[in-house]
């Protein structure tokens, strides 16, 4: 089994208001110094079998037309390692 | 014989039974269709409703796009089927790319929840000729993800093609982009708007208005005549 992980973000230049609220919320919790905050989705799909670039393809497929919206938002696909289950 | 115009139901749907209302007080048959039919019951036009379809966990409309009933859906509305979406219904029509642009949060992050003015800016559409281009009427709106949004490419289309179909008036709700409150495709046929005509169809209720009527009207007097 392995995991490839989908992250989802607003492009650059389109307004991200959950990330402006929380970055104006930051100076009353006492953060300085941050001048940007961006929200965006992480996807982890747990995929069986191996990822070969069939599957990764597939998965960008997957991506691109139903996890993004293409119209607002870039996304990036990785195959993050998992750690060995302890038998 | 009568027009018959479907009205989807997901899960998640609010607005189906007052979209079912609507269309039987502008004097057509309303005929329920649920998200898994796989046809579209021959109906004549079909409207897209209000509500959280699917709970809109992942994007408002995303997961009610790939819904059974899509499937011919977007094959007849290609092929010239009047469809119209209401709030979730434009978002779900933007998701299935039978609408360009796309819905965002509110810029102020809010549920709103108001008597909305707009002024009517195509009223040549399936669902619009019962008005005239540039009425000024009165239609309730509530949302969240209601701010409208599009490339500068994609606006400037719209603008050039007179495809902005509804516009807000006084103030802008939600951030919209160039005060967009509703859109029609190319050919006129699919039109998709965040405010709920269907709220606004009998004096006794909400504002007192009937101002959404003419939408439902509009699409039966364009069936009759077809």
């Keep these: 089994m392995a995991r490839v992980v989908v992250d989802v973000m607003l492009k650059p230049e389109i307004l991200d208001p959950q990330g402006q609220a929380v970055q104006r919320a930051l100076p009353r919790l006492g953060f300085d110094g941050i001048s940007d905050v961006r929200q965006g989705k992480r996807f982890e799909l747990e995929v069986d079998g191996p990822v070969d670039e069939t599957a990764l393809a597939r998965i960008h497929d997957l991506a691109e037309s139903f996890l993004a919206n293409t119209v607002i938002e870039d996304f990036t696909v990785r195959v993050e390692e998992v750690a060995e289950a302890v038998k | ?226």
């Design chain 2, 1 to 226: 014989m009568t027009a018959r115009i479907g009205v989807v139901t997901f899960p998640g749907s609010l607005d189906d039974r007052d979209t079912q209302r609507a269309i039987r007080l502008a004097g057509a048959e309303p005929v329920a269709l649920w998200h898994k039919d796989k046809d579209l019951k021959q109906v004549d036009a079909v409207v897209l409703c209000g509500g959280f379809s699917y709970g809109d966990y992942l994007r408002a409309g995303a997961i009610a796009r790939f819904s059974p009933v899509m499937e011919p859906l977007i094959e007849q509305a290609k092929a010239g089927l009047p469809v119209l979406g209401i709030c979730n219904g434009f978002q779900i029509l933007t998701e299935a790319h039978l609408l360009p642009g796309t819905m965002l949060r509110n810029n102020h992050l809010h549920f709103i929840c108001r008597d909305q003015k707009l002024r009517v800016e195509n009223a040549e559409t399936a669902w619009t000729s019962d008005y005239t281009a540039g009425q000024e009427i009165h239609i309730p709106l509530k949302n969240i993800d209601g701010q409208y949004v599009a490339d500068q490419r994609t606006l400037d289309e719209l603008e050039s093609e007179g495809r902005v179909a509804f516009r807000y008036l006084d103030v802008n709700p939600n951030g919209s982009n160039n005060d967009i409150a509703g859109v029609a495709n190319e050919a006129g046929n699919v039109v998709g708007l965040m405010p709920h005509p269907e709220h606004a169809v009998e004096p006794l209720v909400g504002t007192g208005r009937t101002d959404g009527l003419p939408f439902f009207t509009s699409i039966l007097k364009k069936l009759v005549n077809a």
